[in-house]
């Protein structure tokens, strides 16, 4: 198994482009997340989805947007991209929400540069 | 989900048992305790996690307070590559409970 799997690993952006950032896991997990990560700072959920065709808000999720269409993609959308985006993200997968079977894996992170 | 508190940051020798203690004195009843790991810039590593009972797994031991409120992640013969930030995290048994990350301790390994 790859596990959890993001693309890219490094962007830099210009104010205002848009991007999607990818994520796909092969552990059959029914959970997905999105997290940010900024400089010397805890992670911070952007957004989950407990199955294809669901999703919801986290703690941050102003300026992004997702979809889950399969149960293996998460993908988060950034439409006008802005510096305080400026970040690196952890797409994570989980079996479901709870106890042991609630344990998330991470990815690798993509890291973004807003400029 | 309860408010953890630990510990900026910590050193251990290596070979050593590293002990990272946290406090989590608001934990409800049916809140699990999770420790996970960050590696420089990596992804975060999940370690381990347990309800009210201890728990060992092969990367280290969990050693949760009768009362609950406090708990410490033993790594018990600490390497150079344990240099981490360890995140306590203590999660509701809910859908989609998010995994709420603090500060965490900075833990430094020598040699």
């Known amino acids: 198994n790859a596990g959890v799997t993001q693309t890219p690993k490094f962007r830099i952006l210009k104010i205002g482009q848009s991007m999607t950032l990818q994520c796909t896991q092969d552990?059959?997990?029914?959970?997905m997340y999105w997290y940010r990560q900024d400089p010397g700072m805890g992670l911070k959920l952007i957004y989950y989805?407990?199955?294809?065709?669901?999703?919801d808000k986290g703690e941050v999720p102003n300026g992004y947007n997702v979809s889950r269409s399969t149960t293996e993609d998460f993908p988060l959308r950034l439409e006008l991209a802005a510096p305080s985006q400026t970040s690196v993200y952890f797409c994570?997968?989980?079996?479901?929400?709870?106890?042991?079977?609630?344990?998330?894996?991470f990815g690798p992170g993509t890291r973004l540069t807003v400029l | 989900d309860a408010k953890t508190t630990q510990p900026p940051s910590m050193d251990c020798a290596e070979g050593r048992a590293a002990n990272l203690p946290c406090n989590h004195s608001?934990?409800?009843?049916?809140?699990?305790v999770y420790w996970y790991r960050q590696i420089h810039s990596q992804g975060p590593q999940y370690i381990i996690h347990?309800?009210?009972n201890n728990e060992t797994n092969e990367m280290a031991s969990l050693i949760i307070t009768e009362d609950r409120k406090s708990s410490t992640l033993i790594l018990p013969h600490a390497t150079l590559r344990d240099t981490a930030v360890y995140y306590c995290?203590?999660?509701?048994?809910?859908?989609?409970?998010?995994?709420?990350f603090g500060e965490g301790t900075q833990l430094t390994v020598n040699p």
């Open positions: 994570a997968s989980s079996y479901s929400g709870t106890g042991a079977m609630g344990t998330q894996y």
């Open positions: 552990m059959n997990h029914n959970y």
């Open positions: 989805s407990v199955g294809a065709g669901i999703t």
């Open positions: 608001t934990i409800s009843g049916n809140e699990y």
């Open positions: 347990g309800l009210k």
């Open positions: 995290i203590v999660r509701a048994e809910t859908s989609g409970s998010r995994l709420t």
